[in-house]
């Protein structure tokens, strides 16, 4: 349940929230004391319980802080895009938590109280991600990776992991080319190919070696890396090297028997159990909270379309192991969208969206009816998206390994939703895949979780809707 940690910036992120979460709550006590530091009185009565209120504080700016994509490894935002995000999770925050006070009383703190601890917290907690941002680019901090091998397959490292935030939490020294295999690499990336590889990762103060040669078939220095590993030092293939840091499975490195021999694919009694709870709890959950916006919807197609056109659409959707069901969507297209019968991506700017479904596409609301999918049991809440069974049977012929999206029930949320935009090509769908991929591959509670909750950012930034 706790693979991700394996990774050094999640486990920076993790010490980052746990930080700012000590810092929140700190905040509080000291708006307490701000607030009613002239008061002895009401001083003393509003510390009785600042311990546990300063928790609740805390955990809820910390979860809005989740929802705005503020923990996530590879974002890629200008410090003004930061700054906006942490100001609407906190905005978000403090909804919550009048929301919380109005629902519980014994945990109102006040007005004062809270404007003062917002405030602090969000000057403090901007000072911390500051700092943070300067921490983990010093390069001491960072593990010492040696790539053992120079060709196609090692050079997809320098190619396609060039981004200061794919390395924050490992630097490449450099790569050790292989006898058997073209050099692909710059030639200033590479170490001296007379010294052995135990000598190299000594002088280098290596502290992982990724085996990324082009055929490993009798080529690798066994003896060297089983050396290596009594040192110590941490041998991973290259696929899982990508899958551990980039978050997604690269399928131009992907075989089977990795597929087969590698950890994850957690279907157990146990999990299946843990997963359908998480379903039907989340989706009784949404539907409480959402069947305002449900309601404003219906009116708002039944108001634009007229009385007699339909306000739900049924569309036929691949599920778990290749079965079929019926979506149900609020209607956002024309009721004359595919008339010829042939289905079709939605593009951008789309002619056959009406005025209300490019709202509700934007944020999702046309998405809502898919809860009672959901509590059917056809969906999950978080999964791949369905696609629609001719798209799948002609990405099937054209993407390998596509049909393992499928070994899992399809999701309202997805990793792959989080992690990229809108796909209408067949390269789109491929590189969505190997987000989808590794959420069939490592999903779990924590996971569902957390995909669930910075789904909210997707939504209010409409990031990939069409």
Request: charged fraction near 20%.
């Amino acid at each position: 349940m706790l693979r991700f940690l394996r990774r050094q910036s999640v486990r920076w992120l993790v010490l980052l929230g746990l930080c700012e979460l000590v810092l929140l709550a700190l905040s509080l006590e000291l708006a307490t004391y701000i607030r009613y530091f002239r008061s002895p009185e009401e001083l003393a009565e509003f510390t009785v319980h600042i311990p546990q209120r300063s928790l609740v504080f805390a955990t809820v700016i910390v979860i809005g802080m989740v929802a705005m994509g503020q923990y996530q490894a590879h974002m890629r935002m200008s410090r003004f895009g930061l700054l906006a995000r942490q100001a609407v999770a906190f905005v978000l925050g403090g909804v919550l938590l009048v929301v919380g006070y109005y629902v519980v009383p014994q945990a109102y703190v006040g007005r004062g109280v809270l404007a003062i601890a917002l405030s602090l917290g969000f000057i403090f907690v901007l000072a911390l991600r500051v700092l943070f941002l300067q921490l983990v680019e010093v390069e001491a901090l960072k593990r010492r990776v040696l790539i053992l091998g120079a060709g196609a397959r090692a050079a997809q490292i320098h190619n396609q992991m060039r981004r200061r935030t794919d390395r924050r939490g490992f630097c490449v020294v450099g790569y050790v080319p292989h006898a058997q295999e073209t050099v692909a690499v710059p030639p200033d990336r590479l170490l001296q190919p007379g010294m052995s590889l135990t000598a190299i990762v000594q002088r280098e103060q290596i502290d992982e070696v990724v085996v990324g040669v082009d055929d490993r078939r009798g080529h690798l220095p066994m003896d060297d890396l089983l050396e290596c590993r009594q040192m110590g030092v941490t041998i991973t293939d290259l696929t899982s090297f990508f899958e551990r840091e980039s978050g997604r499975v690269q399928l131009s490195l992907l075989d089977s028997s990795w597929l087969v021999f590698s950890g994850g694919f957690n279907t157990t009694p146990l999990r299946q159990l843990s997963k359908r709870c998480f379903d039907i709890g989340a989706a009784l959950v949404l539907m409480l909270l959402l069947w305002p916006l449900m309601l404003l919807e219906v009116l708002a197609i039944r108001l634009e379309s007229g009385p007699g056109q339909p306000v739900l659409y049924r569309q036929e959707r691949v599920g778990a192991h290749g079965r079929t069901f019926l979506l149900l969507k609020f209607r956002s297209m024309r009721t004359d969208a595919e008339r010829d019968g042939v289905a079709r991506w939605a593009s951008k700017n789309d002619v056959r969206v009406t005025r209300v479904g490019r709202i509700s596409r934007k944020l999702r609301v046309d998405e809502l009816p898919q809860l009672w999918n959901v509590l059917k049991g056809d969906m999950s809440i978080v999964g791949p998206r369905p696609e629609r069974p001719q798209f799948v049977a002609d990405l099937a012929t054209q993407i390998r390994y596509y049909s393992l999206r499928h070994s899992l029930k399809p999701g309202l949320a997805g990793w792959a939703q989080l992690s990229y935009p809108y796909g209408a090509t067949v390269e789109e769908a491929a590189e969505k895949l190997k987000y989808d991929l590794f959420y069939v591959k490592n999903h779990n509670l924590l996971l569902d979780l957390l995909i669930l909750i910075q789904t909210v950012e997707v939504v209010l930034f409409g990031r990939g809707a069409r």
